[in-house]
């Protein structure tokens, strides 16, 4: 996970999961990717001046790249039927000085990404792309506009996506075998002592309801092999993607370590 954005491997379908934000948020680093409340504002007004203005459209499409299944996932901001084709907007409430600023190079490549999928999803061949400006202080309203062939479309998002090959190589190594190592996890000990069984079920349900749990029991018991065996698992299962584990002793660490190790 990185900036807020994940990418996801989903073991049963074979395919790399992500956001148009996530792959772009990788090349480009930190941009405007999601909208703000004032960029609401904005999409709102667009709404009002344009007829046939489709706000806030989540699109979603599966394709293959790199020998790989992909599902990415954008969000235009509007949406709306052309002669010859079909437009996407992104909009956002910038300061004044920006207004009259060229969009960023991050969001003309955000847009052509959510552009792609559009075009995939309606068999489109020429897409028509616009980032709207709209002044935080007096409303004011710049309109910048490309229009995209389905070859650039393409090359921007499959270049994009080889550009994160080692990342997206990590993340279906991560899944596929760390994931697998834990749900084949046995438990350490051949005996389970008293109270640890109601233990490690206590916490596998609040892990699957994610909600959380306090527990006391005397010195002994073997608290930490009943919260950190049910947490691994609940890991293999893809109920969570990373456990963290905090102690106040040094020497309560150490029995976790070689808890773990067993």
Known sequence: KKGGFAVKYNMETKC???????????????GEYTRTSADDEAVNLMTELNDGYNPSLEVTKSFTHMARNFKLTGVVDGLIEMKGGMRTDVVRCVSPSRVAKPPREELWGYIRCCAYLVRLRDGLEVIYTRVVHKSSADGEIKIYEKKFCISELEATVKNLLSSMQFRINHTIFHETGVRTSALDLKFPYSDIREGQDEMMRGVA??????RRMFAQAPTGIGKTVSVLYPAVRAFGKGRCDKI??????TDTAREAYAAAGR
């Open 16 to 30: 790399v999961e992500l956001s148009v934000a996530e792959l772009c948020l990788h090349t480009f680093g930190v």
């Open 244 to 249: 963290f584990y905090f102690t106040a002793k």
């Open 205 to 210: 349900s609040v892990i699957r309801k994610k």
